[in-house]
Nanobody, 122 residues
Framework: QVQLVESGGELVQAGGSLRLSCAAS????????MGWFRQAPGKEREFVATISGSGRSTYYADSVKGRFTISRDNAKNTVYLQMNSLKPEDTAVYSC???????????????WGRGTQVTVSS
């Protein structure tokens, strides 16, 4: 049974940084691309970043490019999202997801975590 568990979300001031983690179990982690998505209140879930199974390829939403960095440690079955220069509009529930290939659409992902709340105060 695949499980994805996010952690690291909290309240932070604008301009601050956070690192989110997503620990995976029940799958051969290195064979899966991993993605981060976010959902703000009253909005659709949106793509943030994705990384290939090897970690060699990464893609970002334009809204976070240059501020967020996705990475993974296949020895620890964990994917990370380093978030710098946070803005109030980054406030959302952040979820990680697993898929056989890198993808940017919500419905392309097979497995999802429950999410972790990130709140950025102005």
């Amino acid at each position: 049974q695949v499980q994805l568990v996010e952690s690291g979300g909290e309240l932070v001031q604008a301009g601050g940084s956070l690192r989110l983690s997503c620990a995976a179990s029940g799958l051969t982690f290195s064979r899966y691309a991993m993605g981060w998505f976010r959902q703000a209140p009253g909005k659709e879930r949106e793509f943030v970043a994705t990384i290939s199974g090897s970690g060699r390829s990464t893609y970002y939403a334009d809204s976070v490019k240059g501020r967020f960095t996705i990475s993974r440690d296949n020895a620890k079955n964990t994917v990370y999202l380093q978030m710098n220069s946070l803005k109030p509009e980054d406030t959302a529930v952040y979820s990680c997801a697993a898929n056989a290939m890198v993808a940017t659409k919500v419905d392309e992902y097979d497995y999802w975590g429950r999410g972790t709340q990130v709140t950025v105060s102005s």
